[in-house]
């Protein structure tokens, strides 16, 4: 219908829309070109009036273009209204509750989504101490109970570990450290001391020099921290640690955290433990 | 088919899998009675290869029922080999992508997913820099540059500060400091003296006083910390707080972490900042 305006798009939801932002920004981002103006209804019919989400819809339909919407909505009177508006709706939930339906033999639960409700207390708790766990051996600074963590993620300053550590814990219920590799740790030939002990449990980052420079350069802008030799020096002797201590590793530089602990779940069988749930 | 079996249920996935699982979960869901054995495939086609997937759908055939995969892939490979399996498949992105495709009158990208992919190095900062704000301020640690918070969550020990706040820096970019309520706090009429200037931006959290005995008896069992007389005495100073301070509050005894942040979000207007685009 257009190209270079921008279009509308609404994520509705009963819930906290968190399941329709995600697979609709997936979705949308098969749109490199289009620009859309994106607007999130989460708890329709509790917390925000239906009415709300009707009088939203009609005042962005334009005569070139209505609405996009998003919708993960088990109410029928919810879908009905949506479904009375000018809005193009995609369905994420209807389609493939029937698939389910047939498949299963068992018809779907009428409560609305419960996916992101509280779940039990022993996966809360999980949750809870993995994030106190991320927090506390946060850059190396505790050695307390490193030999419980599920993983350690080593990596000279500014590779990503942090935002990993706290995805890896918030998602995953993991018990995840992350310790700095600094110039002092090199001199040797293998891990630094602390995490040495549990090298079957690290894994590396590594970024490239250039990368590296422009992200530390933020921090700390035209430092020898940034300076694009001291970056080049201490990825090379991190890789080459890496490679000697056999412990596998990964480049951030073209990654996202998302893409980074899909890769460490993976190639450290984490999703093989016990308190693997995922809660996306 | 069947009910007290269990079925296999595969997440395959062209990236991280991250959209396959959030969704497919969201799904099932919707069936408490059944059981089901989760699997995750992500990267198909460059870090796993197109015949893992094959062989792990191959194995979980059985006389009885075929595996349920839901599936996010572009590769229409990939897509044939699932497809010529016995699995039963629900395909998460074709079907809407046909139908984005006719509304947007543009065909989307052929190159695999890339939502979950880098993104520019500018939102990549803003991520990071809000982790590291929030692992600063966690639990009243610091007060520096606190009026730069765009929220700061109050709450008595125990009531879900900090995963709530590390779920909406990690996934939001929104800088949140956590701040207790002590017993300390409580003789004065006002929040405590390091948030007050900022009341405008407080959030309170409150639970139910059984809920938050139970927790804080995961940490310390039978101590007066976890009794429930305790226990009620602050969860009821805290809320009177709350009111003669109008501080908006929500109770976590019933909401995950998702659900409290999607209240946030919603109620601080939060959505509205500029670095809003969410990175679920």
């Known amino acids: 219908m257009l190209s270079a305006a921008t279009r509308a798009v ?48 009609q005042s962005a339909t334009t005569p070139e273009a209505a609405p996009i919407v998003f919708a993960t909505v088990k109410n029928a009177g919810i879908r009905a209204v949506i479904a009375g508006s000018a809005a193009v709706v995609i369905d994420l939930l209807a389609g493939h509750l029937t698939e389910l339906e047939a498949e299963l033999d068992t018809p779907a639960e009428q409560r609305s989504g419960q996916y992101h409700g509280l779940g039990d207390l022993e996966r809360y ?55 700095p590799l600094t110039d002092d740790d090199f001199p040797t030939d293998g891990l630094p001391r602390i995490v ?48 000697r201590t056999r412990v596998p590793f990964l480049s951030s530089a073209t990654r996202s955290v998302e893409e980074m602990s899909a890769v460490i779940l993976q190639s450290m069988k984490l999703r093989d433990r016990p308190h693997e749930r995922p809660t996306p």
Chains 1, 2 share one sequence.
């Open 10 to 57: 609404f994520f509705v939801s009963d819930s906290t829309g968190i399941t329709a932002e995600t697979l609709g920004n997936a979705l949308l981002a098969n749109f490199p070109a289009a620009h859309f103006d994106r607007h999130t209804i989460p708890f329709v019919g509790t917390v925000t009036p239906v009415s709300t989400v009707a009088a939203a819809l």
């Open 125 to 179: 708790f999980a949750r809870m101490r993995a994030v106190e766990f991320a927090i506390e051996h946060d850059d190396g600074q505790s050695g307390r109970a490193l030999d419980t963590a599920d993983v350690i993620i080593v990596a000279p300053s500014r590779c990503g570990k942090t935002p990993t550590t706290m995805y890896l814990a918030l998602h995953y219920g993991l018990l995840v450290a992350n310790y």
């Open 196 to 243: 040495a002990p549990h090298a079957d449990r690290c894994f590396g980052l590594t970024t490239t020099a250039l990368r590296l420079s422009q992200v530390r350069h933020e921090r700390r802008p035209n430092s020898t921290y940034s300076s694009l030799a001291q970056c080049t020096l201490e990825i090379r002797r991190a890789e080459d640690l890496y490679r």
